[in-house]
């Protein structure tokens, strides 16, 4: 069986985001990259099931679809355990632009499992692992918060609301995974980090599409009032705030 | 041309998430001198279908078929863009939710339909038809033109006031031909909570962080909840202890809410955990720390223990009820 983990190279999650040219897009002076958070999960989930022998995991591959510069992120994948990556040489311009790529690569290189994360932290989307299982006309399972293999079955955990639901679905298939498939990412060991080096990446000129959409501007959410203070001893008076100015409760 | 809005069920019942769903579409149709259409898939009775004509639907699509019962993400693709096409949307809208999250981007790819997701306003403008969408985990919001002929959008839960509207819609009973074959994903079993306020549904969430220094100390927290009929939720690191289930954990990688009000307990106001609060219309802070950052983040404030604060509260809360 062969995993492929689809990333995505996102500003630090403690990032405060600044505009730059004229609010057309981000401001990337001192940002620190990283993997996007669900995909890391996704990557660790992968490699938990591949060092399982019993699972029969061959490899786990990660893709991403970005410039050069996005090497670092692309090694730190290959740092913390996965064997090999794909970049397929382009700046993403939209999750339809993304899809159509990794979907074009899958084509040719053949995975039986394929995890993406529920949505990025920088464009917040949640549309590429979907789009990529339409391409392919293969199942995909959404909110995925476990992924193991029984008997040569995949068996998932789909959160729904107010509850889970467990899910058998036959290879090949995406699954769009959310908080809960790993504990906590698996971390590069120094060994790692020097073995990444010589891990192959192979690159791949990307397809010519159109993307759907674009991004005009951002903008900043509207900022909040200041809070007022209510003196710790006398909570009715928070609760008369919440109850005839705020109208809350 | 129409609007067309996919409107979840759960046991036969919609919520106030439908409704949202067509109050928007309904707000987009009257932007785009159209019609708005819902459609349905499950056993839904015909005064619950009905209750969509409150909130401006047209015409209900009502689908009942024993093989639509749990979500098969390339099925629903298929009912939802063939009747897509024949009423000729340009206009689709889901529920940013987990089901709307499986279903809106194979519709994407089936319809070549740019998506905006994460709406919560009307859109900006029509032509380009720009909508207001949630980035960087709502530390900004884009102006998202979408290009294609048909658009399909997903919004923000608790983002959108309901509009009721006098309506009399009618329903079409539809039962198209579903491939058992192309059925895939196979539910094995389903576990639910029962009795709880779901987190995401909550119009309050009284949530608590590190600050509650022991998973022991939660009770006041929980009867707090439970005084004003609130969900209870909780920081990423409380959930990584293990003091509370993850499903509770908000913030950037946990749930995205917006309640109308959020009280925070114990917790600082990391980046992440703002990430997933933001959107609160009113937020309240209980922190022993007064430079905590989750002050900057809300509308009213008290410094102190948590621990201290919790019972006069719940206190206060018991006074008013009386």
Redesign the interface.
Known sequence: MKILVCISNV?D?????K?AEGNTS?DTAGIQWVIN??DELSLTRALELKDDATNGVKSVTVIHVGPATSEPTIRKALAIGADDAIRVNAVSS???FV?SQIADVIKKEQFDVIMCG??S???????????I???LG??????VSSIKFENGQS?LV?????????????TP?VA?VQ??IAK?PRIAAMRGIMMARSKPVKLIEPLQID???????????SP??A???????N??Q??D???NE?K?? | MSVLVYTEN?DGKFKKLSFELVSYATGVAKMLNTTVSAVSIGKVDESELKSLSGYGANKIININSDKLI?????AY?NVISDIALKENASVIIIS????G??????L???L???????VSKLPLNLNPF?VY????????????????DIKIL?LAQNSFDLVEAAGNATIENLNPAIDASLL??????????SG?I?L??A??VVSGGRGMKSPDNWPPLVELASL?GAATACSRPVS?EGWRP??E?TG???KIIAP??YIAVGISG???HL?GI?SS?????INSDKDAPI??????????DAM??LP??V???K??KK
């Open positions: 500003p999650t403690t990032t405060k985001i505009f981000i958070p669900w939209d999750a339809w899809a529920i949505e932290s920088d464009y917040n989307g949640s549309a590429v692992g979907g789009m299982s339409e391409f293969i199942p995909s399972v959404s909110a068996v789909r959160e729904i609301d107010g509850g889970k639901e467990i899910v058998n679905v036959l298939f769009v908080k809960g906590e993307p759907l959409t674009q991004i005009l501007e951002f903008e900043k959410p909040r009032a809070c007022k203070f209510i003196d710790a001893e909570p009715a928070l609760l705030l919440l109850q705020a809350v409760i | 759960w749990t979500l098969d993400s390339q693709t940013n939710n987990n089901t999250k499986a279903i809106a981007p194979r994407s790819v089936r070549k339909a740019g998506i905006g997701s994460g720009t969408k949630r980035t960087y985990s709502g530390n900004a919001f884009a102006h998202l033109v979408i290009k294609s997903t895939k994903t196979v539910v094995k079993d389903i576990q639910k909570q709880k779901l995401t549904d119009d309050i004003l990584d993850h499903e954990h950037q990688t946990g109308n009000l990391a980046t992440q990430a933001s219309k009113f937020i309240v802070a002050f900057e983040a809300a509308q009213y404030g008290i410094v102190g201290k604060v006069k509260l206190e206060a809360v006074e008013l």
